[in-house]
């Protein structure tokens, strides 16, 4: 079973500091999806990263996917109060019935104060 | 452009009721997802369809079942409602396994 494991599990910090969200697993992905989701809505995708070692920034968020492509992560600089919400990385695994299919981590609930 | 969109987007079963959550999308996409989202949790694998006619087990797929007739509709159909699946049930779409998912707004299902 491919499994994917999200820290920290909860991140409650101040305006303008900085952070960094993981993303790991034991087995290799073929890609790596970030999501970001708000209260009472679904998920949006953020970014996508496909090559090992591949880095990608989204203003002030800055995407890494690793050598190996077994771990990823998310660091924001500078955090707003409009980055608040639950980061979920989802990486591409084989089902049962042999297709392949998104799973997600627990996620990572971000708390950002004024 | 709708998207992907859900109904109801409330509900409050009785244990033992029998519920189906429609899911309809819009953008032609050939796969189709059921998650269920606990609270402070992240998102669960129910079902998932990779065209018409084509349906896999995720990681929870106990208590649900679906079907894919037509390309836009993917309705999840709970038999016998427990407590335990009370939670927020999401439905979303992609062209394909590594393609971004497209979430609908969520059924919030409450089994008392």
């Known amino acids: 079973t491919q499994l994917l494991e999200q820290s920290p599990q909860f991140l409650s910090i101040q305006e303008g500091e900085n952070l960094t969200v993981y993303c790991n697993s034991s087995?290799?992905?073929?890609?790596l999806q970030w999501y970001r989701q708000e209260p009472g809505e679904g998920p949006v995708l953020l970014v996508t990263?496909?090559?090992?070692?591949e880095v990608k920034k989204l203003k002030r968020l800055t995407f890494q996917f690793g050598d190996a492509r077994k771990d990823s992560s998310l660091h924001i600089t500078a955090a707003q109060p409009g980055d608040t919400g639950l980061y979920l990385c989802a990486g591409v695994a084989l089902g049962s019935g042999g297709y392949n299919k998104l799973i997600f981590g627990a996620g990572t609930r971000l708390a950002v104060h004024p | 452009n709708a998207g992907v969109t859900q109904t109801p987007k409330f509900r409050i079963l009785k244990i033992g009721q029998s519920m189906t959550l429609q899911c309809t999308q819009d953008?032609?996409?050939?796969?189709m997802y059921w998650y269920r989202q606990d609270p402070g949790m992240g998102l669960k694998l129910i079902y998932y369809?990779?065209?018409?006619?084509?349906?896999d087990k995720g990681e929870v797929p106990n208590g649900y079942n679906v079907s894919r007739s037509t390309t836009e509709d993917f309705p999840l159909r709970l038999e016998l409602a427990a407590p335990s699946q009370t939670s927020v049930y999401f439905c979303?779409?992609?062209?394909?396994?590594?393609?971004?998912?497209?979430f609908g707004d969520g059924t919030r299902l409450s089994i008392l």
């Open positions: 953008m032609n996409h050939n796969y």
């Open positions: 990263v496909v090559t090992g070692g």
């Open positions: 087995s290799v992905f073929s890609s």
């Open positions: 979303a779409s992609s062209y394909g396994p590594t393609q971004p998912q497209h």
């Open positions: 369809s990779v065209g018409a006619g084509i349906t």
